[in-house]
């Protein structure tokens, strides 16, 4: 064979054997591609998953995210209610001036001892706070250096004795079924969660009501101990203060005014307190 001859089949040769290097790169390079559709599929439904979660907001990461959630639900179901309300009494209205009705219309002590309507007055802020944390003592309980809810409900019943005409306590009115519960350090009123210092706010004669707190014998307990542990406790008086109207649930189960009890003192149009009323199953603090 000559040399033309033997270097023409070696280049046969290659030729041949060239189809099947060039099919596994071929499969190489559809491996990585199809491995790279996958990522990018991946990437994709991450990127979309996360854009729904951040679309319906972030959800809560532990119980006090889920407390802080829970509350401005509430709040914002509370104004709902309030527009609702608004919405059957007007509805209510106009279907008895159509039947002929005449609506009844309650007094204004009656709206305002209710707690129906909002107040403007003069009167008394109350804080109340726990104890620094550097100030704290290893000979000193813990519970002690904390306000407890017979702390507030000390404070709201001295200003009831005192002559207040409304209160409120923290952004919310209070009314006869108030319930004052306390979880640990944290105040749980109508369904919402509130954190130290808690406020009371009462409308009255200011002189009356801070003469009261004074006169009450558990509250000057509770400004001792503020002295001696630290505890937060201030009294301002307000030319000048606005109270909203309650605007929280209405159901009652069951309760009784006593009979030497007026209902709205003071007001001679009210019948006799013999009638059985209802109450829900919060204690008030009044």
Same mark, same amino acid.
């Given at each position: 064979?000559?040399h033309?001859?033997?270097?023409?089949?070696?280049?046969?040769?290659?030729?041949?054997?060239?189809?099947?290097?060039?099919?596994i790169?071929?499969?190489?390079?559809?491996?990585?591609?199809?491995?790279?559709?996958?990522? =990018?599929?991946? =990437?994709?439904?991450t990127?979309?998953?996360?854009?729904?979660?951040?679309?319906?907001?972030?959800?809560p990461?532990?119980?006090?995210?889920?407390?802080q959630q829970?509350?401005?639900?509430?709040?914002?179901? %509370?104004?709902?209610?309030?527009t609702?309300?608004a919405q059957?009494? %007007?509805?209510?209205?106009?279907?008895?001036?159509?039947?002929?009705?005449?609506?009844?219309?309650?007094?204004?002590?009656?709206?305002?001892?209710?707690?129906?309507?909002?107040?403007?007055?003069?009167?008394?802020?109350?804080?109340?706070?726990?104890?620094?944390?550097?100030?704290r003592?290893?000979?000193?309980?813990?519970?002690? =250096?904390?306000?407890?809810?017979e702390?507030?409900?000390?404070?709201?019943?001295a200003?009831?004795?005192?002559?207040?005409?409304?209160?409120?306590?923290?952004?919310?009115?209070?009314?006869?079924?108030?319930?004052?519960?306390?979880?640990?350090?944290?105040?749980?009123?109508?369904?919402?969660?509130? %954190?130290?210092?808690?406020?009371?706010?009462?409308?009255g004669?200011?002189?009356?009501?801070?003469?009261?707190?004074?006169?009450?014998p558990?509250?000057?307990?509770?400004?001792?101990? %503020?002295?001696?542990?630290?505890l937060?406790?201030?009294?301002?008086s307000k030319?000048?203060?606005?109270?909203?109207?309650?605007?929280?649930?209405?159901?009652?189960?069951?309760?009784?005014?006593?009979?030497?009890?007026?209902?709205?003192?003071?007001?001679d149009?009210t019948?006799?307190?013999?009638?059985?009323?209802?109450?829900?199953?919060?204690?008030?603090?009044?």
């Amino acid at each position: 064979m000559t040399h033309d001859a033997h270097s023409d089949a070696q280049d046969t040769a290659r030729t041949i054997a060239a189809p099947p290097r060039a099919r596994i790169a071929g499969m190489r390079r559809g491996a990585v591609a199809v491995g790279l559709v996958l990522g =990018l599929s991946g =990437l994709l439904f991450t990127v979309n998953a996360r854009a729904a979660d951040a679309g319906d907001g972030r959800h809560p990461q532990n119980l006090a995210e889920l407390t802080q959630q829970q509350a401005a639900n509430v709040e914002r179901l %509370s104004v709902e209610v309030d527009t609702l309300r608004a919405q059957v009494q %007007s509805l209510t209205a106009e279907q008895d001036a159509l039947a002929g009705r005449p609506g009844a219309q309650p007094l204004p002590a009656q709206l305002v001892e209710g707690g129906s309507a909002p107040v403007t007055g003069r009167g008394l802020v109350i804080q109340l706070d726990d104890a620094p944390a550097d100030t704290r003592r290893d000979d000193v309980r813990a519970d002690l =250096l904390v306000v407890h809810q017979e702390d507030i409900q000390t404070v709201m019943n001295a200003l009831w004795a005192g002559g207040a005409e409304a209160m409120g306590l923290m952004d919310q009115r209070v009314v006869a079924t108030t319930g004052v519960q306390c979880q640990g350090n944290v105040l749980r009123l109508h369904g919402r969660m509130y %954190s130290p210092p808690f406020v009371v706010t009462a409308v009255g004669d200011p002189d009356r009501l801070r003469a009261a707190l004074e006169d009450d014998p558990a509250v000057r307990t509770y400004v001792r101990q %503020s002295g001696e542990l630290g505890l937060g406790w201030h009294v301002e008086s307000k030319d000048r203060l606005e109270l909203p109207a309650y605007s929280g649930a209405t159901e009652l189960n069951w309760a009784q005014v006593p009979d030497d009890v007026d209902v709205l003192p003071g007001d001679d149009t009210t019948p006799p307190a013999t009638a059985r009323a209802a109450r829900t199953p919060e204690d008030g603090a009044r």
